[in-house]
């Protein structure tokens, strides 16, 4: 009797299921693994915009918390990544290096769980579940590994797939509804996502059931007019030049071509990709194809601008892992293709191994994955990720925001360090990598070179404190601990 059980279990999805979320974790967590700081730079750059939301107290009329100043525009087009990370962290009192350690990896395994989900009514749940665990991770293309909004909204595209899918009442509307505005307020890019990948579907309903596309058009369109209401200026500071944008022809860094990408994703998940495909468009009906042609959308739109360099760039860059979702959804259907692979009756009675006939396909896809996982686990683990910050940088930091008072508002530092430094410390900086602006790093780092024996530079800058492991020959700064130098109080403006 136990036995049975056993081979039930065995047999069952639960297993398989424990092992893939094990294997989605640990893949996802390897940026984070060794290291117990943030990794990316966007990393930092939202938690300096969550720490400002937990400041003001509102999630509009926020100043850069960087510079000063008008908001940048992480914290008009993201504000609801911010406002949930904030309001997490002041209910959970998870530290911040917690939660940006570990909570890619959650997020990832709700993204999987969501995939079996979505996929287990088509017939191939654990399948496309383990597909979706090869998604990549690396600086350019994001990934699961970062706690980004690209990452976070990968789980609302698949839950509002499945509300898209499988329900017709009009709370599912509703709910639809709700995820696509939290989605703008998330990730805009992510948003115009799941309504390229949805488009298929809502005109395969349009004949015999008009209502259901009529119902998900709402759903998705309504949430886009209202950012026009909620947001000021999107109109100036978004959607013109985003049009603009699509009239001028990009250039496309190297190290997030298509080839590229293709590489790092696997020659085995692609060939599994066409073979799921192919069975896909056989099942036909409303859903696999609905799935086949999203994916195809969003394929598209990547060669147009791959090829012609036409297009929206943050949707070449970010739409590159809504492809991979549902590529790894696609490639599940190929995955069990290959799993009920059986040997014609007269040929399997000819042979002496029943055990081994009987459950070709099953041995087959098990051998798929084996060495499926032998060649991503490598290559992800040899994936490489900048840091930004080591242990002796925090622990400063650490120290400034403890020690210097308030009327030390604003530091000059290598602008490499100094996003990680607003994370921490809450205070403004002169330069800082992610906005872009050479001239202020170029100026930066001449000053800390040659000595920061500039006064009047940081007077007229309104700069008070100096970080940095280089010589410091300005009598008018105060070494107040190891690096950290504090412009005398009579001079300060």
């Given at each position: 009797m136990s036995?049975?059980?056993l081979?039930?279990?065995v047999?069952?999805?639960y297993?398989?299921l424990v092992?893939i979320?094990?294997l989605?974790?640990?893949l996802?967590?390897?940026?984070?693994?060794?290291?117990p700081?943030l990794?990316?730079?966007?990393?930092?750059?939202h938690?300096?915009?969550?720490?400002?939301?937990?400041k003001e107290?509102?999630a509009?009329?926020?100043t850069?918390?960087?510079?000063?100043?008008?908001?940048?525009?992480?914290?008009l087009?993201?504000?609801?990544f911010?406002?949930?990370?904030a309001?997490f962290?002041?209910?959970?009192?998870i530290d911040?290096l917690?939660?940006f350690?570990?909570f890619?990896?959650?997020?990832?395994?709700?993204t999987?769980l969501?995939v079996?989900?979505l996929?287990?009514?088509?017939?191939?749940?654990?399948?496309?579940a383990?597909?979706?665990?090869l998604?990549?991770?690396?600086?350019?293309?994001?990934?699961p590994?970062?706690?980004v909004?690209v990452a976070l909204g990968?789980?609302f595209?698949t839950?509002?797939?499945?509300?898209?899918?499988?329900l017709r009442?009009?709370?599912s509307?509703?709910?639809l509804?709700v995820?696509?505005?939290?989605l703008?307020?998330?990730h805009?890019?992510?948003a115009?996502?799941l309504?390229?990948?949805?488009i298929?579907?809502?005109l395969?309903?349009?004949k015999d059931?008009?209502?259901?596309s009529?119902?998900?058009?709402?759903a998705?369109?309504v949430?886009?007019?209202?950012?026009?209401?909620?947001?000021?200026?999107?109109r100036?500071?978004l959607?013109i030049p985003?049009?603009r944008?699509?009239?001028?022809?990009h250039?496309i860094?190297?190290?997030?071509?298509?080839?590229?990408?293709?590489k790092?994703y696997?020659?085995?998940?692609?060939?599994?990709?066409?073979?799921?495909?192919?069975l896909l468009?056989?099942?036909?009906?409303?859903?696999?194809?609905?799935?086949?042609f999203g994916?195809?959308?969003?394929?598209l739109?990547?060669a147009?601008y791959?090829t012609?360099?036409y297009?929206?760039?943050?949707m070449y860059?970010r739409?590159?892992?809504?492809?991979?979702?549902?590529?790894g959804i696609?490639?599940?259907?190929?995955?069990?293709?290959i799993?009920?692979?059986?040997?014609?009756?007269?040929?399997?009675?000819?042979?002496k191994?029943?055990h081994?006939?009987?459950?070709?396909?099953?041995?087959l896809?098990i051998?798929?994955?084996?060495?499926?996982?032998?060649?991503?686990?490598?290559?992800?683990?040899?994936t490489?990720y900048y840091?930004?910050?080591d242990?002796?940088?925090y622990?400063?930091?650490?120290?400034?925001?403890?020690?210097?008072s308030n009327?030390?508002?604003?530091?000059?530092?290598d602008?490499?360090?100094g996003t990680?430094f607003?994370?921490?410390?809450g205070?403004?900086?002169?330069a800082?990598?992610?906005e872009r602006s050479?001239?202020?790093d170029i100026?930066?780092?001449?000053f800390l070179?040659?000595?920061?024996?500039?006064t009047a530079?940081?007077k007229?800058?309104?700069i008070?404190?100096?970080y940095?492991?280089?010589?410091?020959?300005n009598?008018?700064?105060v070494?107040?601990?190891?690096?950290?130098?504090?412009?005398k109080?009579?001079l300060i403006?």
């Amino acid at each position: 009797m136990s036995g049975r059980i056993l081979l039930k279990l065995v047999q069952s999805d639960y297993l398989k299921l424990v092992l893939i979320v094990g294997l989605a974790f640990y893949l996802s967590f390897i940026p984070h693994y060794s290291y117990p700081y943030l990794v990316h730079l966007d990393e930092w750059i939202h938690l300096s915009c969550s720490n400002e939301i937990i400041k003001e107290a509102a999630a509009f009329g926020l100043t850069d918390p960087f510079k000063g100043g008008p908001p940048i525009s992480n914290q008009l087009f993201e504000v609801g990544f911010h406002v949930y990370w904030a309001g997490f962290y002041l209910v959970s009192s998870i530290d911040w290096l917690g939660i940006f350690k570990y909570f890619p990896s959650i997020v990832f395994i709700i993204t999987v769980l969501s995939v079996y989900i979505l996929a287990k009514r088509q017939g191939f749940g654990w399948e496309a579940a383990l597909m979706t665990c090869l998604i990549p991770t690396t600086v350019g293309i994001m990934g699961p590994g970062f706690l980004v909004p690209v990452a976070l909204g990968l789980p609302f595209i698949t839950i509002s797939l499945f509300i898209a899918f499988y329900l017709r009442s009009w709370t599912s509307y509703v709910i639809l509804f709700v995820l696509t505005l939290f989605l703008f307020s998330l990730h805009s890019a992510t948003a115009i996502g799941l309504i390229l990948i949805l488009i298929p579907y809502i005109l395969l309903n349009l004949k015999d059931n008009l209502k259901h596309s009529i119902g998900i058009i709402l759903a998705l369109v309504v949430p886009f007019f209202l950012a026009f209401l909620i947001v000021p200026g999107i109109r100036d500071i978004l959607v013109i030049p985003t049009a603009r944008s699509l009239l001028v022809p990009h250039s496309i860094p190297e190290y997030i071509t298509i080839p590229n990408i293709v590489k790092t994703y696997g020659y085995i998940p692609i060939s599994l990709v066409l073979i799921g495909s192919f069975l896909l468009s056989i099942k036909g009906g409303r859903i696999p194809y609905g799935i086949l042609f999203g994916c195809l959308i969003l394929l598209l739109m990547l060669a147009i601008y791959y090829t012609l360099g036409y297009g929206v760039s943050m949707m070449y860059y970010r739409g590159i892992q809504y492809v991979m979702l549902m590529m790894g959804i696609i490639a599940g259907a190929g995955l069990m293709g290959i799993r009920k692979i059986r040997l014609p009756l007269w040929f399997s009675s000819r042979l002496k191994s029943p055990h081994i006939t009987n459950n070709l396909g099953n041995i087959l896809c098990i051998i798929i994955v084996g060495i499926m996982l032998y060649m991503a686990i490598p290559t992800r683990l040899q994936t490489i990720y900048y840091r930004m910050i080591d242990d002796k940088d925090y622990q400063a930091f650490v120290w400034i925001r403890d020690n210097v008072s308030n009327g030390y508002k604003k530091a000059i530092l290598d602008p490499w360090k100094g996003t990680a430094f607003t994370a921490v410390t809450g205070k403004n900086i002169y330069a800082w990598i992610g906005e872009r602006s050479e001239k202020d790093d170029i100026v930066a780092s001449r000053f800390l070179e040659e000595g920061c024996k500039d006064t009047a530079f940081l007077k007229e800058n309104d700069i008070s404190i100096v970080y940095t492991r280089l010589d410091c020959e300005n009598p008018d700064l105060v070494e107040v601990q190891e690096d950290i130098y504090l412009l005398k109080q009579e001079l300060i403006p």
